[in-house]
């Protein structure tokens, strides 16, 4: 069980669901909560609708259904909205939505002429099939709560990287180091976590699998970097990093992030870097299986933790105090009381 979990005396009345996107995930966050995960029906008819049933009776119980949205991410996105349907239908008390890594917070904001907001679309659609709140980690983009009319809790797992690599060799010549100047304010806390210094990159989108880094914000030259990013998909933006931060005399990189996408030739690009010492991903989505020399850490006993507080109707900004001050207790202001 997490550090924090309550004796869940009333686990009956907790139903856990898995879509088919990291069953794996799901299975660990139900050890931690001493629960089973639940079964499901998951079918496809031959004009290739999908359709979910659920396995377990659900009424009057709080549900909770794990899908991260990961390629194929459509695919995926559709079994999380009919199963919500299906469990809103069985008359369950309430419905939680436990997506790992939501990753429609990309598409956040109106950059180019007649474009979509996926984000604010997606979250649309979660309500109304009928979710009662979300549980996730790491948006790319904080501003992505507001997209949705029930409540978002996401987590933060800034805590258990900064525990890797403390335990890990030496810091004292390292630095922290942000790919952009949009991830600077976690790289902040993250290098605060360590008791390193900060620097960022300057970089420029040019396409989905094209960035430019310009140049670098902060004295690398000598120094180890630990390179800190939400999100790898295609690792374009972690080459182009290193390539400047070898140009700015910096010795090697490690490279962490929450979301370990590595899609297409990322496991191939990151692989043949001999500046890079070490890739640490957490398990929000499915670790490649081509790649071994990758560190994964579990964030299931957050989630399970988040989750059993949820259940309890206790705070779940707790969980962070002392890893994020954004989570701690406002304070009071002088001489009120």
């Not at 049933?53 to 009057?60: D, G, K, P, T, Y």
Request: include cysteine; aromatic fraction near 4%; proline fraction near 6%.
């Amino acid at each position: 069980m997490a550090p924090g979990l309550e004796g869940v005396n009333d686990v009956k009345d907790i139903v856990v669901f898995s879509g088919s996107a990291h069953p794996v995930l799901a299975q660990e966050i139900c050890g931690h909560l001493r629960t089973r995960l639940s079964p499901t029906r998951i079918s496809r008819f031959s004009n290739d609708c999908l359709q979910v049933q659920l396995l377990v009776n659900v009424r009057q119980r709080d549900v909770y259904i794990i899908q991260p949205l990961v390629p194929p991410t459509q695919e995926h996105l559709m079994e999380l909205l009919l199963m919500i349907d299906a469990a809103r239908g069985a008359s369950a008390r309430q419905i939680t939505a436990v997506i790992p890594h939501y990753s429609y917070a990309r598409s956040d904001k109106k950059d180019a002429s007649r474009i979509s907001l996926g984000g604010r679309l997606v979250a649309d659609l979660l309500v109304t099939a009928g979710v009662s709140r979300v549980l996730t980690m790491q948006l790319h983009a904080p501003q992505v709560q507001g997209f949705f009319q029930c409540p978002v809790d996401q987590l933060t797992a800034l805590g258990v990287l900064a525990e890797h690599f403390k335990g890990g060799s030496a810091l004292d010549n390292s630095i922290v180091v942000s790919p952009d100047l949009g991830n600077a304010k976690n790289a902040t806390q993250f290098a605060r976590l360590l008791g390193l210094p900060v620097a960022a990159g300057s970089k420029r989108r040019l396409a989905d699998d094209k960035v430019v880094v310009d140049s670098i914000v902060g004295d690398v030259a000598g120094r180890n970097a630990i390179i800190l990013d939400d999100e790898i998909a295609t690792g374009g933006s972690v080459v182009e990093l290193c390539q400047r931060l070898k140009d700015y005399g910096a010795l090697s990189a490690s490279v962490a992030c929450t979301h370990g996408l590595f899609a297409g030739r990322a496991v191939e690009r990151l692989r043949g870097l001999d500046f890079i010492s070490e890739v640490v991903c957490t398990n929000t989505v499915p670790a490649p299986q081509d790649w071994p020399e990758l560190t994964s850490i579990s964030v299931a006993p957050l989630l399970a933790e988040a989750i059993d507080r949820i259940h309890h109707g206790r705070s779940v900004s707790k969980m962070f105090e002392n890893v994020d001050p954004v989570y701690a207790p406002p304070k009071a202001p002088e001489g009120l009381f």
